[in-house]
């Protein structure tokens, strides 16, 4: 049977990335508590393919990664990776997965429990030999508007807000703690389950808290370059304007720091 | 050349629909003022297939829409609808537009003009000889929750809401009146151009009429049904709740009024 | 503390449905075989509200779902739905559970094994004293244009289609069988791992077997209509068109049989 | 009135971006032939904020874009950038056009004329004092998969692709000229009207025409890096495979060339 893929291209270039995309898949990640949590990833896999091979073998980069699914540790990408380099003798090598993670919240007042959904990406990729691994989290908070506040008699425009963090690490940090650091930043933290007491408690923390989304990317900010696990970030934060049919959003990155 | 589709199909089976969906288009449609707006489209168009034919000539659909596109009247869903009656020689036929309409509107205080976007669909019908003609519009809105004001000791979390708002018209009414209606049933309109003095303006307003979703859909369930124009409707309001990560909703249709 | 929710509204109506939608929640269900399979579900939950009630109470609703999740079984929405009629004294109750959903499949000639992900739905509803419990798949197929078979000298343009199903049942029917069913009326299933001789079986299945999206619509209507567990259908089958940027679809449903 | 965005922040760091997102607004464009093109822009507008300032005057961004909408032609970006830099007193600026673009295509045999819409985005920085302006298309064709091809006794699967190409430029280039290039790298355009004859003419093209995404995206890297107007060049090409439930992709930039 004809091997087309390893027939010469018609042009002799290299590729940085041939893979797959939107490949859904069942996984098992280790909690903070090492507990392992099931969710569901949309997985993205390529290597880059160099100048004499008209294509990859795409069934090989499945492979490497169905037998890593169920359970990802703190070494799986990296160990996915590697492996891909080795069997599809590639020079680059390129994994994510974007998946739903559940942390358990207690409402501020009466203390009820139940799992707030948080957008997760892990990324790892080896590119001329240098590695790097990033978390990217989408985080839903509050922002009540300072401006609003100030002008008006009583009385205030609030809105979900999104915070949008991708760190490439140094060392292993637990999403946990970077979301627990992310929601304070903002006017509130949001929950599934609260009842009226602490839907009370919350309308008045952010009445005196008004963040900007400039206020939140920069509290955010301030806090994540304190990391020692951190190598770089960059973050941005986007308010579902209640006033507005458009969005308002601020960014920044490490590069702020230098 | 041979005509698959005017072969027997293998299950003598008339089909309800057949036809294309995802077409991508621009239209131009007369606005309340007479003047023609332009937009983009996209449009869905298909027929019945009776149990004698395999499949439907889908070139015909399309060839039937292009030719409508330049100018959208009050009649063109219809003209459109009974030449495809006869054109593939069929029982039934649907068709629908879904486009962005814009309206200019002035904010509330310093009277800024700009452009707001609501989404619009129009969809006419011909099933067992009887026509009916629906426009469904999605409108921004801002509802501030009547209960985290009761409870709390200042402030009220406010969020983005939409108005789902499907009508079957009688005859003709314009969506910029439609709009307006809707408009008027939460706690404030959003406008795409504030100055401050307006945003104090708005934030009060909202502060001085709290709705849950439940209130919007009851108000302007009571407006909808007074209009001779509307023969039948459903509407559901949907709130961006700030408080949580998932969203609040409240649904009624012309049968509450029977 | 004030209840705003027990007040009397401004208009005397009552609402059909009143809930949260875009609840995301990780699920466990029960397979075929018995296994628990985990997942992550996107969950609507709402109920009527009478005309003397100003609002529902939001938290209830979360609190009937979330104590569910972890063991979805035949009679679970069921349940939740007689639940959800005591606990918020309502007359009709409404839930649906969005997600994806994994079956382990071998390729067709190297009878490789890799999980394939569906999206499934199961909705529950009591109105008016009635229940009706519905399972919507949406089943990836691959689809051969018989014209472009029969006109051209060779080849014939084929593309990945969606058979949208959604069956309201009389008794249970397991989401492996109505997969299998649909799958079998195209022109191939399709796969997420394969090697070079299930992708040459794969293409010489399809060709010796085209079909368009009518014949797809009423091969499975035709199938779906025998089965005793199945009380009434409707059905879609939607093809990415290989060779136009819009879509192809037909759709019939159990009336065609009367 | 106080101006809280004129106060200190908290933290004293400067922002990359602030602005607004998914502002929705018709445009009208200079068509290659002088011709005005209208559509519907989906907008960002940002620009860097210094830290001394706690937030940015978001109406002065919306009042930059509104009077520019009505003729999009090369100088425009530049213009509004330019003037964002003296309105809000800013380093950097950022804009963003997002709009379906329309040619009008001839059928290869019947020479039949329709639109196709092609996704485009127009991207003007202005960044430590350095302009670069982008275009970014994204353009559907057909890929048939050379393996299938050559491994099957007959057929060869094929299927819908998206080629996304994102120049910086050095001079202005018409859509046009970059979208007829991209389309002749793949097995076939793609069409929105087509007859059977045209159709016929299509499918015996693809199959003398078999690429895979890696085929695609070499052939129009080799023929982009030939324009004296582009100055760099990122191309992805991605196929919704039709034997699969996930997506392949390849993807180059000008990189390759040095």
Redesign the interface.
Known sequence: ?????NTQ???A??????????????I?IVQENTDL????ANISV?TS?DENH???H??RL??SI?SSCEKIEQDTLKNIAENLLIRLDAKNAYISFDF?Y?IEKKSPHTQ?I????YSCKLTYQINENKHSYSYTLKI?V?T?????K???????????AFIDLSVTINEHIHFEKLIKIAENTAS?P????????D??C???Q??DNPT????V???L??EIHKLKEIHSFTL?V?S??????????????SS??L
Chains 1, 2, 3, 4 share one sequence.
């Open positions: 049977m004809i091997d087309m893929q291209p018609t042009y270039l290299s590729l940085k990335k041939v893979g797959i995309n939107d490949l859904i898949l069942p098992a949590q099931h969710t569901i390529a393919l008209k294509g990859t795409m069934s499945i492979e169905l739903p559940f009820k139940a799992p707030v959904s839903p509050m009540l508007c300072p401006c609003s100030a002008i008006s008699q009583y009385g205030a425009h609030s809105q979900r509130s949001i929950y599934t389950l609260l009842k009226r007491e839907e009370k919350i309308t008045e952010a009445y900007f989304v400039e206020d990317a920069r509290n900010a301030q941005s986007e579902i304007e209640s006033i507005h049919n458009h969005n308002a959003f601020a960014s920044i990155d702020s720091f």
